[in-house]
């Protein structure tokens, strides 16, 4: 009830609900990277990628609010390890695909926060596309360290621009060193998202809501294990 009720203010505060591309990967597994503006990303993304689960800090499943829906939705905790990667497996392998903010947190206010590297990791391990999306919201809100009931001067526009799959490098893919091959795609997705948050979104969006609260959001179905 209480993330229903701060749902419903939420969008309230939103003009449009602009979607670029992102078609093609509601059915196919990928991993989804993005940056991470505010606090409703994770739920725009799953409007448009109804088979997806995240990747989500371990700690939120011992939050005393989101525990539960994180540990029923069986979301993926980043702390891990080897088991992050194994549950990435089942989880490309059941046909749902996986989204992670690589900065580990809410973008800062100017800028990204460098990226941790569980997403190259998984991207090497798991060899699934890794679709890059720019998240925007204009003006911000919901940023770090706004608090979830501030309410922004004016509508936001939000905006979710997916882009074509990174391609890994041969060079990276075939670096016989693990640890320098992961520093070296974490650099390149950051290097990928760093030049998507540059961007504005264009024209012809496939998808325009004027409420986010109309725009169908289902239940995140989580793959056997």
């Keep these: 009830m209480l993330f229903r009720s701060q749902l419903m203010v939420i969008t309230r505060m ?14 196919r597994p990928c991993l989804v990277i993005a940056n991470h503006p505010t606090l409703i990303d994770i739920v725009a993304l799953f409007a448009c990628l109804p088979r ?6 371990g700690s939120l499943r011992q939050h005393t609010f989101f525990g539960g829906v994180v540990r029923a939705a069986g979301y993926l905790p980043n702390d891990g390890g080897l088991e ?5 497996r ?3 392998a059941a046909g749902f695909s996986l989204v992670i903010f690589p900065e580990g947190s809410r973008s800062l206010r100017e800028g990204l926060r460098p990226f941790y590297r569980g997403a190259a990791r998984i991207a090497l391990e798991c ?20 608090r979830w009931c501030s309410i922004p001067d004016q509508p936001v526009d939000f905006c979710l621009d997916f882009h074509e799959p990174i391609e890994i490098p041969d060079e990276i893919r075939n670096d016989p060193i693990p640890t320098r091959q992961v520093r070296r795609l974490t650099a390149l997705f950051q290097n990928r ?5 540059q ?17 169908p959001i289902p239940p995140i179905p989580v793959p056997a294990r």
């Design 52 to 57: 997806a689960g995240c990747v989500v800090k």
């Design 199 to 215: 961007q504005r979104v264009v024209s012809r969006p496939l998808l325009v809501a004027t409420d986010l609260s109309q725009t």
């Design 193 to 197: 998202i760093e030049e998507l948050t």
């Design 84 to 88: 992050l990667l194994e549950m990435a």
């Design 90 to 92: 089942e989880h490309f």
């Design 127 to 146: 060899d699934v596309p890794v679709v890059p999306v720019r998240i925007g919201a204009e003006p911000g809100f919901l940023r770090t360290g706004d």
């Design 14 to 27: 939103l003009d449009r609900f602009v979607v670029k591309g992102g078609k093609e990967w509601q059915k």
